[in-house]
Nanobody
Framework: EVQLVESGGGLVQPGGSLRLSCAGS????????MNWVRQAPGKGLEWVSF????????YYAASVKGRFSMSRDNTKDMLFLQMNSLKPEDTALYYC???????????WGKGTLVTVSS
């Protein structure tokens, strides 16, 4: 069974940092592109970032570019999102999602909540 489990969320002040993690299991992690997607309270899903299989290519939404950094450790089947200079508008439930062969996001974790507030 494919599983993705996010962790690392919490309450942080504006300007602070958090590092999210996502543990993959039940599939060959290194063979898949991966993404982070978020959902702010009362809003729709927003794609945040992408990483290729080898971890040497990343893309970011304009809203987080320059502040967030995505990485992966294929030896441990782990995905990461380093979030710096956090803003209140970054408050959201953050999901890691696997990208399938048809490029759709075919497996999702349950999410980890990030709250940016003073």
């Amino acid at each position: 069974e494919v599983q993705l489990v996010e962790s690392g969320g919490g309450l942080v002040q504006p300007g602070g940092s958090l590092r999210l993690s996502c543990a993959g299991s039940g599939f060959t992690f290194r063979n898949y592109y991966m993404n982070w997607v978020r959902q702010a309270p009362g809003k729709g899903l927003e794609w945040v970032s992408f990483i290729n299989r080898g971890g040497d290519t990343t893309y970011y939404a304009a809203s987080v570019k320059g502040r967030f950094s995505m990485s992966r450790d294929n030896t441990k089947d782990m995905l990461f999102l380093q979030m710096n200079s956090l803003k209140p508008e970054d408050t959201a439930l953050y999901y890691c999602a696997r990208q399938g062969a048809d490029y759709g996001l075919d497996s999702w974790g349950k999410g980890t909540l990030v709250t940016v507030s003073s």
